[in-house]
């Protein structure tokens, strides 16, 4: 499927806690807009929220009923105690796509070797293909290449849509 076929309407959530509360500057969401909008996808929506179950599945979801077929997060896939967001998308999946996360932690591991801690994921949630991306700018838009051509596919099955595998 090409990008002229199904034109990708992406929505992106920033998790932290200190970047919500105004203690930082989120550098990860527009690293992760930039990169979404060079790979030719529409940016619908934009959030920052802390690092809370309910809040990242309450955005997920309205993300997704706005019509995002793509929600990109950037935050809380490690292994700190406020580190939830793979649980909170868990909790609303419908299913889980594991070769994501394996492919993002795989070349990720020539990087650095501490992407070994990462839980980044990917999966479908009502219409949407949500993958949980790095909090750390550099590590989103890596992973985020590193899966790229696979996105197309997915979000159409995701939006049920006509594909042409």
């Not at 529409?42 to 309205?62: C, G, H, M, N």
């Not at 809380?76 to 406020?82: C, L, P």
């Not at 591991?109 to 990917?122: E, F, G």
């Not at 550099?138 to 696979?150: I, N, P, R, Y």
Request: hydrophobic residues 40%; charged residues 20%.
């Amino acid at each position: 499927m090409t990008r002229k076929e199904m034109q990708i309407v992406a929505g992106i959530i920033t998790i932290s806690d200190r970047a919500s509360g105004g203690q930082y500057q989120d550098l990860g969401g527009p690293a992760v807009k930039a990169a979404a909008e060079k790979c030719g996808w529409d940016v619908l929506a934009e959030a920052i929220i802390p690092d809370d179950k309910k809040r990242i599945q309450e955005t997920v979801r309205s993300f997704s009923a706005q019509g995002c077929g793509l929600i990109l997060t950037t935050g809380g896939t490690g292994v700190a105690e406020r580190d939830v967001t793979p649980e909170a998308i868990r909790e609303i999946m419908r299913v889980e796509i594991p070769g994501f996360g394996e492919v993002m932690r795989a070349e990720s591991m020539k990087i650095t070797p501490n992407a070994i801690l990462s839980r980044s994921l990917a999966a479908i949630v009502d219409g949407s293909l949500v993958i949980a991306l790095p909090g750390k700018p550099s590590g989103a838009v890596e992973c985020l290449g590193f899966v790229e051509g696979a996105i197309p596919h997915s979000v159409a099955l995701a939006q049920h849509k006509p594909t042409s595998c």
